[in-house]
C-alpha cells in the first residue's frame, strides 16, 4: 500500500508539471529554430565582451548586480541625463519631496546603504562645521565613537571610512552602559522590540541613531513607518528591493542631521565622503524607484512572485525524494522564497554540488547555498565570544523569486530537476 501511494504521488505531481514540460519542450525547439537562422536571442552588451549572464534567483546580491531597475526608473534616468543641474540644489529638492512621501523631515540619495552609513557618520561627527568637514578622517576634539549593535559587520568599514572608532555592544541592556560623551552615533540593524528599546535609550541620551535598513522594501511603508517612529536617520539601499539604480541608496530622517550628511559628501571638495559619488541620474532614479512603489499594489507583485516560484516548484517535485516549501523573510529581503531540500547524506551530493552544478551550466543558475563568493575571507561578523553556538550549515538551497525575471522560472525548474533528478538515480 505505500508503495501504491507514493506511485500515485508523483503521478499526480507529475500530472501538474505536464503543462510546464510541454512549454519546456516548445521553447527548446524554438531556440534551436531561431538559432538555425542565426538569431541567437543570448547574443547581448554581455556576451559580446565574453562575460556570461546569469538567471538570478539568489536574490538582490550586489556582486550579481543587484536588482533590475522599473523601465520608468530607466526612462526617469534617461531624462535627467539631458540636462545639467546643480547636484546640492538637487539633492535638496529631492529631500523636500522624499519628504512629502514619507513623513520624514528631509533625506539624500547616497551611494548606497553602505554610503548612507559614511555620511551619516561624517555628519554626525562633524556636522555642517567645514573646518572639522576639512578635518576627517582626523576626529581629534571631535565625537568619534559609534556605538555599533550587534557588534561587527562586513559593512562596518563604511562607518570606520569616515573615522569614528567603534564600540561594540550585543543587547539593548549594554548600550545605555556604553554611551559616553564621545558618542557621536548609534548604529543598529535591529527591528522590532530590540529596534524600539534601543531608539528609546537613544532619545533618553539624547543621541543621534542610524537604522541600517538596506533590504527594507518590499514593503515600502517601511518609508513611512521609521518617520512614525521618531528614528533619527534610516537608510535604504537602492539597488536591492526598491529596483533602482544598483549604486543608489536613500538616506531619510531628521534634517538638521542629513543636511550635515550632505555637506560630508559629494560634490563637497574636500568631504571626506566625496568619494562616494552619484550623480543626477542616480538622484532621480532613486527618487524614482520609491515614488513607484508607494503607489504599487503589492499584493499583485507578489501573487506574480508566489507563481514564478510555484512554477519551479512543480517541476522539482516531479523527483523522487526532494522536497520544497515557500516562506517569506520578516527581517529583510522580504520576497517569496522556494526552499528545496533532499537527503545530501544518501544521496552522496550535497548543497554545494547543487549550487555549482547550476553555477557551471548554460545559462549560469544562481541560487542561494552556503556560500558567499562576494565576501572578504578575513570577515569575522558579530559577537566574537567564542563560546556562541556556530551557526549550522543549511540543509536545503533557497530560490529567490523577486530576481527571477518572467520565463525564466521554467529554464531554472528544468534545470534544477534534470540534476536532481540525476542525482537521485545515481544513488538509488
Known amino acids: 500500500m505505500p508503495v501504491r501511494n507514493a506511485s500515485r504521488r508523483s503521478f499526480v505531481k507529475l500530472l501538474a508539471a505536464t503543462p510546464l514540460l510541454t512549454q519546456i519542450a516548445a521553447r527548446d525547439l524554438y531556440a534551436q529554430a531561431a538559432s538555425a537562422v542565426g538569431r541567437d536571442p543570448r547574443q547581448n552588451v554581455y556576451t559580446r565582451l565574453g562575460v556570461k549572464t546569469v538567471i538570478n534567483c539568489r536574490g538582490t546580491w550586489t556582486y550579481l548586480s543587484g536588482s533590475l531597475e522599473f523601465p520608468e526608473v530607466r526612462q526617469a534616468q534617461l531624462d535627467a541625463a539631458q540636462h545639467f543641474v546643480n547636484v546640492i540644489d538637487l539633492q535638496r529638492a529631492v529631500g523636500r519631496r522624499l519628504s512629502e512621501l514619507t513623513g520624514a523631515e528631509s533625506g539624500i540619495v547616497t551611494s548606497g546603504s553602505a554610503g548612507a552609513m559614511s555620511a551619516a557618520t561624517a555628519g554626525c561627527m562633524a556636522g555642517t562645521d567645514d573646518k572639522k568637514i576639512w578635518q576627517l578622517p582626523d576626529t581629534t576634539g571631535l565625537k568619534h565613537e559609534v556605538v555599533m549593535v550587534g557588534g561587527r559587520s562586513a559593512f562596518d568599514s563604511a562607518i570606520r571610512l569616515a573615522g569614528a572608532k567603534l564600540v561594540l555592544v550585543y543587547s539593548p541592556e549594554e548600550l545605555a552602559n556604553a554611551l559616553s560623551e564621545n558618542t557621536a552615533m548609534i548604529y543598529t540593524t535591529d527591528l522590532g522590540d530590540k529596534l524600539q528599546k534601543e531608539l528609546a535609550i537613544a532619545k533618553d541620551h539624547k543621541i543621534p541613531m542610524l537604522l541600517d535598513d538596506a533590504a527594507g522594501i518590499p514593503p515600502a511603508d517601511n518609508a513611512k513607518l521609521y518617520a512614525r517612529m521618531g528614528i533619527d536617520m534610516y537608510c535604504f539601499s537602492g539597488g536591492k528591493g526598491l529596483s533602482g539604480p544598483q549604486c ?25 565622503c566625496r568619494p562616494m559619488k552619484v550623480g543626477k541620474e542616480e538622484i532621480i532614479g532613486c527618487l524614482t524607484a520609491l515614488e513607484i512603489w508607494l503607489k504599487m499594489d503589492e499584493k499583485k507583485i507578489y501573487a506574480e512572485w508566489n507563481e514564478r516560484i510555484n512554477r519551479i516548484r512543480k517541476l522539482v517535485d516531479t523527483v523522487p525524494g526532494v522536497k520544497t516549501d515557500t516562506y517569506v523573510p520578516d527581517d529583510g529581503n522580504r520576497y517569496p522564497t522556494l526552499k528545496v531540500s533532499w537527503d545530501q547524506e544518501g544521496w552522496h551530493y550535497n548543497i554545494n554540488d547543487c549550487v555549482q552544478d547550476l553555477r557551471s551550466s548554460n545559462p549560469v543558475i544562481e541560487v542561494l547555498g552556503a556560500d558567499n563568493p562576494s565576501l572578504v575571507t578575513a570577515v569575522r561578523e558579530g559577537n566574537p565570544n567564542p563560546t556562541r553556538k556556530e551557526r549550522k550549515a543549511p540543509d536545503h538551497i533557497e530560490l529567490v523569486s523577486m530576481t527571477i525575471k518572467p520565463g525564466e522560472e521554467i529554464i531554472v525548474g528544468q534545470r534544477l530537476r534534470a540534476v536532481l533528478g540525476a542525482a537521485q538515480k545515481k544513488a538509488a
Open 248 to 272: 543608489s541608496g536613500l538616506l531619510l530622517g531628521r534634517k538638521d542631521l542629513i543636511e550635515a550628511a550632505l555637506m560630508n559628501s559629494s560634490p563637497r571638495e574636500g568631504a571626506v
